[in-house]
């Protein structure tokens, strides 16, 4: 555009567009340049200046930050970059003002990257289409009641975890294999399918925790929809993030909700659960052309379902 120079990185653009085979005319107009400038760049690149890594003014911090503020960040490395500047302002109340705290926040910052403690690494999960879905338990935010009377009760949650589709019940009586039975198998049928593997986290409904095995019935509920039952390592709940995230953002939507409809009663637990429903379609209309493909590779349901209670 006229006026305005061309920078080092539009340059890169151009040229990594024009690499892909696409014409002078779209890689300028993708970038906001016009064709002739791109043709320049072509024929000569522009020549940028090089990045400047000297001070152009004096460090303010220069006389206390090896000798006092490094020495205070590595006994407690969570301290702020305001607390440094107050301590500062304590000891030298003539030297250091406000002027001071982004240049020690940026510093702190930097410490920390280079010198700080190490922080747990935690690897992107990358979900494959029709492989997992995740089941968790979770307790609503708002008090709910049917026909003025209080309804205590917890939200059973079944998500995808390719495509983000997810299934909500209403569960009472606590987190029980009748009710993780009820609700997979609920879900499942919504789904029209079901996935490779069942993940969950260390629930007493599916497993023996003291002999660290399976429950026999949730085995044989898993193996009766071809599903391989698994759970994340005990005390890493981020392993159960696909339903961990969801039951965040199923809880403020819900509240969301609430706050539209102007009361918290129902007539019926029926009535409860369509209305739940509902609001559950309007978040899986975000994901309905992944959940489309998704729900093509999900494994055929068998004729009958399977027992949702247990024998005492």
């Given at each position: 555009?006229?006026?305005?120079?061309?920078?080092?990185?539009?340059?890169?653009?151009?040229?990594?567009?024009?690499?892909?085979?696409?014409?002078?005319?779209?890689?300028?107009?993708?970038?906001?340049?016009?064709?002739?400038?791109?043709?320049?760049?072509?024929?000569?690149?522009?020549?940028?200046?090089?990045?400047?890594?000297?001070?152009?003014?004096?460090?303010?911090?220069?006389?206390?930050?090896?000798?006092?503020?490094?020495?205070?960040?590595?006994?407690?490395?969570?301290?702020?970059?305001?607390?440094?500047?107050?301590?500062?302002?304590?000891?030298?109340?003539?030297?250091?003002?406000?002027?001071?705290?982004?240049?020690?926040?940026?510093?702190?910052?930097?410490?920390?990257?280079?010198?700080?403690?190490?922080?747990?690494?935690?690897?992107?999960?990358?979900?494959?289409?029709?492989?997992?879905?995740?089941?968790?338990?979770?307790?609503?935010?708002?008090?709910?009641?049917?026909?003025?009377?209080?309804?205590?009760?917890?939200?059973?949650?079944?998500?995808?975890?390719?495509?983000?589709?997810?299934?909500?019940t209403?569960?009472?009586?606590?987190?029980?294999?009748?009710?993780?039975?009820f609700?997979?198998?609920?879900?499942?049928?919504?789904?029209?399918?079901?996935?490779?593997?069942?993940?969950?986290?260390?629930?007493?409904?599916?497993?023996?925790?003291?002999?660290?095995?399976?429950?026999?019935?949730y085995?044989?509920?898993?193996?009766?929809?071809?599903?391989?039952?698994?759970?994340?390592?005990?005390?890493?709940s981020?392993?159960?993030?696909?339903?961990?995230?969801?039951?965040?953002?199923?809880?403020?939507?819900?509240?969301?909700?609430?706050?539209?409809?102007?009361?918290?009663?129902?007539e019926?637990?029926?009535?409860?659960?369509?209305?739940?429903?509902?609001?559950?379609?309007?978040?899986?209309?975000?994901?309905?052309?992944?959940?489309?493909?998704?729900q093509?590779?999900?494994?055929?349901?068998?004729?009958?379902?399977?027992?949702?209670?247990?024998?005492?």
């Open positions: 555009m006229p006026g305005l120079h061309i920078t080092q990185r539009q340059e890169e653009l151009y040229m990594q567009h024009r690499q892909r085979g696409i014409t002078q005319e779209t890689a300028a107009a993708k970038i906001n340049i016009s064709v002739r400038s791109g043709r320049r760049i072509e024929k000569d690149p522009i020549h940028h200046p090089p990045e400047r890594h000297w001070r152009t003014r004096e460090d303010p911090l220069e006389a206390v930050w090896e000798r006092e503020l490094v020495v205070l960040l590595e006994r407690e490395p969570s301290l702020t970059g305001l607390t440094l500047l107050e301590y500062l302002q304590e000891h030298y109340p003539e030297h250091y003002d406000q002027r001071v705290l982004r240049t020690l926040q940026r510093r702190v910052k930097q410490w920390r990257a280079l010198c700080g403690p190490d922080k747990e690494v935690m690897f992107r999960q990358q979900a494959v289409i029709g492989q997992q879905g995740f089941s968790d338990f979770t307790h609503p935010d708002d008090a709910v009641t049917l026909a003025g009377q209080a309804f205590p009760h917890l939200l059973y949650q079944f998500r995808l975890a390719y495509s983000g589709w997810r299934s909500v209403i569960v009472q009586g606590g987190e029980s294999y009748a009710a993780l039975a609700g997979l198998q609920r879900a499942l049928q919504q789904a029209g399918g079901s996935p490779v593997e069942h993940r969950t986290d260390s629930l007493s409904a599916a497993r023996n925790n003291t002999q660290n095995i399976w429950t026999d019935a085995r044989d509920l898993c193996d009766h929809y071809r599903m391989q039952p698994t759970r994340n390592n005990p005390g890493q981020h392993e159960n993030g696909v339903v961990e995230c969801a039951n965040g953002s199923l809880k403020h939507r819900l509240s969301q909700q609430f706050k539209l409809r102007g009361n918290h009663d129902f019926c637990i029926e009535a409860y659960q369509y209305w739940i429903d509902k609001t559950v379609a309007k978040l899986n209309q975000r994901v309905r052309s992944r959940f489309a493909d998704e093509a590779a999900l494994s055929p349901l068998p004729d009958q379902p399977s027992v949702d209670y247990q024998v005492l």
